[in-house]
């Protein structure tokens, strides 16, 4: 099956630093991937859809300028956790689609911890 | 919209129980439906999914049938183990739209005591 990776798999920073989580598609390319956050004991809320060679699509609520997005190649997209605070810490997760479905291959998340 | 709605956990069972967790979901169209499980620290791994009405999901002894006239894709298995302890999301996606996003429900937490 198709295998999507996420690098760091955690990340403790200082408040007010930028921290940058890599997803790549190791074996298939995605046009588009997907950003979610998951908050402990809750479900994953969609961020945005990273789509390759344009701009991301951001779900209402979220800030695009904290949460920068880059879809730099058909199998890799960036979020960069801006200026971050304590309450951006969370469990960020990744998606790509793939095959005739669309079925999505999520990625192994990385926690990140803001001090 | 579309939305998922799944049995609110926690579940707690002891070994070998009987599992149903139940999910409902209203959509338009003919969507794809999943079950995602969630293992203590981990991602999101697929365990089952069908694709049209009737079809029956199936890995590592969970079911799950597609009914369209109750809108439903409950997760069973026969006897749970320890190592079934993790958080199971049920989810939909629509395959006819074009629409990639992922629905999902709000995930159930089961716990397995031996």
């Known amino acids: 099956g198709a295998v999507v990776s996420q690098h760091p798999s955690w990340v403790i920073c200082k408040s007010g630093t930028s921290v940058k989580i890599e997803c790549r598609s190791l074996d298939f390319q995605a046009t588009t991937m997907f950003w979610y956050r998951q908050f402990p004991k809750q479900s994953l809320m969609l961020m945005a859809t990273s789509n390759e060679g344009s701009k991301a699509t951001y779900e209402q609520g979220v800030e695009k300028d904290k949460f920068l997005i880059n879809h730099a190649s058909l199998t890799l997209s960036t979020l960069t956790v801006t200026s971050a605070h304590p309450e951006d810490s969370s469990f960020y997760i990744c998606s790509a689609p793939a095959g005739m479905i669309n079925e999505q291959f999520f990625g192994p998340g990385t926690r990140l911890t803001v001090l | 919209g579309d939305s998922v709605t799944q049995m609110e956990g926690p579940v707690t069972l002891s070994e070998e129980a009987f599992l149903t967790i139940n999910c409902t979901y209203t959509?338009?169209?003919?969507?794809?439906l999943f079950w995602y499980v969630q293992y203590p620290g981990e991602g999101l791994q697929l365990l089952l999914k069908?694709?049209?009405?009737?079809d029956k999901g199936s890995n590592k002894g969970f079911e799950a049938t597609y009914r369209k006239e109750t809108t439903s894709f409950h997760l069973e298995k026969g006897s749970v183990q320890v190592s079934d302890s993790a958080v199971y999301f049920c989810?939909?996606?629509?395959?006819?739209?074009?629409?990639?996003?992922?629905?999902f429900g709000t995930g159930t937490r089961l716990t397995i005591i031996p």
């Open positions: 959509a338009t169209g003919y969507p794809s």
């Open positions: 069908a694709t049209k009405a009737d």
């Open positions: 989810a939909l996606i629509q395959t006819n739209f074009g629409n990639e996003k992922l629905t």
